[in-house]
């Protein structure tokens, strides 16, 4: 069978689980909606007629399709704490996380990749040390009592207050710059500790090459090496970091900041149909941000053979 | 290259010192102290709002009067008990699953946990707990079960990949061929020699949980019947803006002491048994 078919059906084989597990956690063992739809007091007639509507008389598997069918068709329902439909919901709160998250997201990575040239050029001297003691420190310290300090610091009246502590207002770039800083500080310094550790690792192996080893010969400088020999070279697990990474931080990295900072991106919203109970929106994010992976992880698959020839020759020959 | 449990301990190519092993007896040490001393009960509520450091209150109080060094010896043998149980259920279930998928890779077994394993990685952790906590509202082990059937994945996939290495050499050939069954040679001999990756990733595991259940109990979707560092973090909001910073630093502290020295612990079994670290 050729890669890309193999490749193709282990997806779709992803989809069925994971629409399976959500299907199972919030449909099928999830609460009876029937009580809260007939109201107090409720008539077995009446009640009846609401569990066939919603298909609880149905048999497992046919619910199972019917969960698949609305998902594959975008019929998500509506929520039931505010009656919006699930899929302006998220129309709605997906832009304002990808803004909020972004800078963050994109600063975080750029800033540990130069951080981790540094230390791999300077392997096992002073810079190479400071920095490795201090990532070990930083990816230590909880993401938790990151925000926490950097708020109380640049938001209070206890510290520097130069910052709006809660709230989320885009009508313009400036406040746009107010309201993002502080949470975008915040997944910076959680992210750019992790990262440099990661890219350290890579730029380490890369640097005991012969290639660097000639091209440092030929005296070529740290910037040409790192730039235009090792990083090409590193091109490919860094890809894959940040299209993994992207869902985790987009999902689980707003969560916990869009909800202490009180932005009404995809994190709150999730968050809020958490505590509501709110089964349409919570099975919406779960299974659309897992269908997400899977569909990162089969353009990944598909997309690198493109970009690395022998990549496609290692899977053929597995 | 093979390194069993023994070489691990006397290894010592890379002269990495103990820091993190000091670090955690220190950190067992705070709870041994803690422990003796006559505090208040956790729940106690009391007048005394936002007391400073005193005899009575070694950490001050909380803005219900209780006392914060109670709660923090609480709150740390909570987090260390749901790190000891999600390690060893998960790291286990992780290990039997590498061990079946790795001596069957290629065929059923190892297709199915495959599939398991990329199944779980495509729910993201904290919506996966939100949907177990939803299931099964009311029952008290919902955020460690959540914990447990997702951060055993990792662990299946290296351990698998550590089989699959060592059952292609040629002591495994020769122990086949006097007629030792599956189980012994994966007992015997795969085992031992897949143990530095093993002990990493439990402590992994352990780092994860805690960080894990700090946030989920900040999140309020932890167990709420108890205290812990993420409860009295919770608690602390609000007072840190009031200016007592007591309750946030005893939790944070508490909660970074653990996790570094873990880490660093982690950090120097990697670079033993690592060999490209070591050497390149």
Redesign the interface.
């Known amino acids: 069978m050729p890669v890309f078919v193999r490749k193709t059906l282990y997806s779709l084989s992803l989809l069925l689980g994971v629409t399976f597990i959500s299907f199972m956690l919030m449909v099928y063992f999830g609460p009876d909606r029937s009580y809260a739809i007939a109201g107090k007091n409720p008539d077995p007639v009446q009640l009846q007629e609401i569990r066939q509507q919603l298909g609880y008389d149905q048999p497992l598997v046919s619910r199972y399709l019917v969960h698949l069918k609305d998902l594959a068709t975008l019929n998500l329902g509506f929520s039931e704490s505010n009656g919006k439909p699930v899929s302006s919901l998220l129309a709605e709160t997906i832009p304002v996380s990808l803004l909020l998250l972004l800078p963050g997201f994109l600063i975080g990575n750029l800033l540990a990749l130069i951080l981790a040239m540094t230390a791999a050029w300077y392997r096992h001297r002073w810079p190479d040390r400071l920095l490795t003691d201090l990532s070990l420190i930083g990816v230590s310290i909880s993401f938790l009592i990151i925000i926490i300090l950097l708020s109380t610091w640049l938001c209070t009246p206890q510290g520097l207050n130069l910052f709006p502590s809660r709230g989320w207002r885009v009508d313009g770039l400036g406040a746009w710059f107010m309201y993002a800083t502080v949470p975008s500080l915040s997944l910076i310094f959680v992210s750019v500790f992790f990262n440099l550790r990661f890219y350290r690792a890579l730029l380490l192996e890369e640097m005991g090459q012969d290639y660097i080893r000639t091209a440092r010969a030929f005296g070529a400088d740290p910037y040409s090496i790192m730039f235009k020999e090792a990083f090409p070279n590193i091109l490919i697990p860094v890809l894959t970091r940040l299209l993994f990474s992207l869902p985790a931080i987009l999902v689980s990295g707003s969560l916990l900041l869009e909800t202490y900072f009180g932005i009404p991106g995809i994190g709150k919203t999730s968050f809020d149909a958490i505590f509501n109970a709110d089964q349409p929106v919570l099975n919406a994010v779960v299974s659309l941000s897992a269908i997400l992976v899977i569909i990162i992880t089969w353009l990944v698959d598909f997309l690198y053979p493109r970009l690395d020839p022998r990549i496609n020759l290692r899977l053929e020959t597995q | 290259m093979s390194f069993g449990l023994k070489s691990l301990m006397t290894r010592d190519k890379v002269p990495v010192p103990p820091l993190g092993g000091l670090i955690f007896i220190g950190f067992v040490i705070i709870l041994i102290i803690l422990a003796a001393y006559p505090l208040p009960d956790w729940q106690l509520v009391s007048s005394e709002q936002f007391a400073g450091i005193s005899q009575q209150h070694p950490l001050g109080t909380n803005a219900l009067g209780q006392d914060i060094a109670a709660r923090a010896e609480k709150a740390s043998w909570h987090s260390l008990r749901i790190g000891l149980i999600v390690t060893l259920c998960s790291g286990f279930l992780g290990m039997f699953m590498g061990l079946i998928a790795g001596w069957n890779a290629g065929r059923w077994p190892d297709g199915i946990i495959l ?2 394993t ?2 779980m ?8 707990v ?8 009311g029952l008290s082990g919902s955020m460690e079960l959540a914990m447990i059937v997702t951060f055993w994945t990792t662990m299946a996939r290296l351990i698998r990949a550590e089989v699959i290495r060592i059952k292609q050499r040629d002591f495994i050939l020769s122990a086949r061929t006097i007629g030792l069954s599956s189980f012994a040679i994966l007992r015997a001999h795969i085992l031992p020699n897949a143990l530095p990756v093993l002990l990493v990733q439990f402590s992994v595991i352990f780092i994860a949980a805690i ?1 894990a259940e ?2 989920l109990s ?4 932890g167990n709420s019947s108890t205290i812990s560092w ?1 409860l009295m ?1 919770s608690e ?2 609000q007072e ?2 009031a ?1 007592h910073y007591l309750n ?1 630093f005893s939790a ?1 502290v508490l ?2 002491i653990l ?2 020295s873990v ?2 612990i982690t ?1 120097s079994l990697q670079t033993r048994t690592d060999p ?2 070591g050497v ?1």
């Open positions: 599939w398991l990329g199944t990685e495509a729910i993201p952790f904290y919506l996966f939100a949907a177990v906590a939803y299931a099964f509202r960080k700090v946030i900040f999140l309020g979707l993420g973090i602390s909001t840190v803006i200016g946030f944070s909660l970074f996790i570094y880490s660093l950090d490209r670290q390149a």
